[in-house]
């Protein structure tokens, strides 16, 4: 967690320069129209969906000993996954015009077409080297080793600040573009000393095509895979109409969809990174009433930490985006676009915190059709949401841009009810009484720290911004805390436990 903290501070300095620098030009809207078709290329080759696969049948081969067999099944998917991602990035460079006319942003006129293909030109190699990463990644998190392969984002995101501060004065957005490319060799590169020191470790050239466990891989993945398909033409479409929708759409889901991402990677993507390996020895030992409690305490856990940063950037978006972001180039049109899809995309941290726990739940138990299905049809959903909120949006005389975020957050709120009453089912259990008792405790704190912001607000904002915003997050988190406290939160008593046995040593 402390490493997804660091990564997403740096993640947001990057984010703050970009506005800072392009603000919600042509520019920076090319920009990210192409890092999007970049980052579906590494998502459906090598993101989610081959990790959620390898892991289980790596960890299981780890868990018994059988390591020479482990290696080589993790570099035949070294091999072919470099292999798929080299012949696309090669197919994208050739034609990249019509990718970016056709299926990026046709809303784009000619010029606009043609910035955002040389970007893409550029921007898709990350996509290839992104894919080794990956693996590597999944191979640290199956030796439990954690902390290199989520410190490597904020090494991702010191190649964008290199690209913005030293390349693009002199090379203009295509310096970024290149830092982007710089980045993804730097999230390689951190994993390599720490991979040279595992046991057992070798690499086989070779693609394993013969082997029962890369079959085994491939069948896992396939459904994952569809699922993380659905999941990426979601935001394809959204920068599809983004792009018909006014100047700085594109940019605006952009900023905002982060700053409701870093609080979520924090606290759901880091407990359940590091779940995954632990519910998948679980399940390899047999242990199912030990997997039920530990999915039941990290639900709370997600759940007690979710719900205050929800309610929080709902209430601080405005002033969060003006700080961020806010310069010569990025206005004050620019923060209203931002901060109004932060409105919408916040809503939905919860939901986005509770299917990341409970997929990988049902990935340890080698069951990845019933996520990816239910996620398909959320996905589906999300489809049809956002087409209907950005017309009633335009019809309501709201921004637009604002109705793809809220479709967003609704299928994911959908999509997490439908997979733990799935898992309830499948466990015989999850602790539904605790896990009811955590959000219910998370609601009336954080109703307790609405008011101490609103408080805030209304005396020290207005007469500075920045001392409102922090003093506003010191004590409404303090606020939140002391109130879990009184409510007899076990959780808090644990952590507090833990940190005074830390401080007495």
């Known amino acids: 967690m402390a490493a997804f903290i660091t990564s997403n501070l740096i993640g947001l300095l990057a984010k703050t320069l970009t506005a800072r620098y392009f603000g919600t030009t042509i520019e920076s809207g090319a920009f990210f129209a192409a890092n999007r078709f970049s980052e579906i290329l590494f998502s459906l080759?090598?993101?989610?969906?081959?990790?959620?696969?390898?892991?289980?049948?790596?960890?299981?081969?780890?868990?018994?000993?059988?390591?020479?067999?482990?290696?080589?099944?993790?570099?035949?998917i070294i091999n072919i996954v470099t292999i798929i991602l080299v012949l696309l990035s090669i197919l994208t460079i050739l034609f990249s015009k019509s990718v970016v006319r056709y299926v990026l942003a046709p809303g784009f006129d000619s010029v606009q077409i043609e910035l955002t293909a040389r970007l893409l030109r550029i921007q898709v190699l990350s996509s290839v080297i992104f894919g080794m990463s990956g693996i590597l990644m999944a191979i640290l998190n199956s030796y439990q080793h954690f902390f290199l392969p989520a410190i490597a984002p904020a090494m991702y995101q010191i190649g964008w600040i290199f690209g913005i501060v030293v390349l693009s004065p002199g090379m203009g957005i295509d310096g970024l573009a290149w830092g982007v490319v710089i980045g993804a060799g730097l999230h390689l590169a951190i994993k390599i000393p720490q991979m040279l020191s595992l046991d057992g470790r070798s690499y086989s050239f070779g693609l394993g095509l013969w082997m029962d466990e890369v079959k085994e891989v491939a069948r896992l993945m396939a459904p994952r895979l569809l699922g993380v398909a659905v999941v990426q033409l979601n935001f394809l479409l959204n920068t599809f109409l983004a792009s018909f929708q006014q100047e700085g759409a594109i940019t605006a889901i952009s900023l905002a969809f982060p700053l409701m991402i870093m609080p979520q990677a924090a606290i759901a993507q880091s407990i359940a990174i590091a779940a995954l390996p632990t519910f998948s020895a679980l399940v390899a030992k047999g242990d199912m009433e030990e997997m039920q409690r530990t999915l039941a305490s990290t639900l709370r856990a997600v759940i007690l930490l979710a719900i205050p940063a929800s309610v929080g950037l709902v209430v601080l978006r405005t002033?969060?985006?003006?700080?961020?972001?806010?310069?010569?180039?990025?206005?004050?049109?620019?923060?209203?676009?931002v901060a109004w899809a932060l409105l919408w995309y916040a809503i939905g941290l919860l939901g986005h915190g509770v299917v990341e726990i409970t997929s990988r739940a049902f990935?340890?138990?080698?069951?990845?059709?019933?996520?990816?299905?239910?996620?398909?049809?959320?996905?589906?959903?999300?489809?049809?949401?956002?087409?209907?909120?950005?017309?009633?949006?335009?019809?309501?005389?709201?921004?637009?841009?604002?109705g793809l975020a809220l479709a967003n957050s609704m299928a994911t709120a959908i999509e997490s009810v439908i997979l733990l009453i799935l898992m309830k089912k499948k466990l015989k259990g999850i602790a539904a009484p605790k896990i009811f008792d955590a959000a219910w405790k998370a609601m009336i704190a954080s109703l307790t720290m609405v008011f101490v912001i609103v408080l805030i607000e209304?005396?020290?904002?207005?007469?500075?911004?920045?001392?409102?915003?922090?003093?506003?997050?010191?004590?409404?988190?303090?606020?939140?805390f002391c109130v879990l406290v009184?409510?007899?939160?076990?959780?808090?008593?644990?952590?507090?436990?833990?940190?005074?046995?830390k401080l007495t040593k």
Do not use: C
Not at 319 to 337: A, E, K, R
Not at 458 to 480: K, N, P, W
Not at 488 to 493: A, Q, R
């Open 45 to 76: 080759v090598a993101g989610g969906a081959l990790g959620s696969a390898f892991i289980p049948v790596f960890t299981g081969m780890l868990v018994n000993k059988n390591y020479q067999k482990a290696w080589k099944l993790a570099s035949s």
């Open 319 to 337: 002033p969060i985006v003006q700080l961020l972001y806010g310069s010569n180039m990025f206005d004050t049109n620019s923060v209203d676009l």
């Open 363 to 402: 990935y340890s138990l080698h069951d990845t059709r019933t996520p990816v299905a239910i996620g398909v049809g959320a996905m589906v959903m999300n489809l049809g949401l956002s087409l209907f909120f950005t017309f009633l949006f335009n019809r309501i005389n709201w921004m637009p841009h604002g």
């Open 458 to 480: 209304r005396t020290i904002m207005r007469q500075s911004i920045l001392a409102g915003t922090v003093l506003s997050i010191f004590f409404g988190t303090i606020s939140y």
């Open 486 to 501: 009184i409510l007899k939160t076990s959780e808090v008593k644990r952590a507090a436990a833990l940190i005074w046995a």
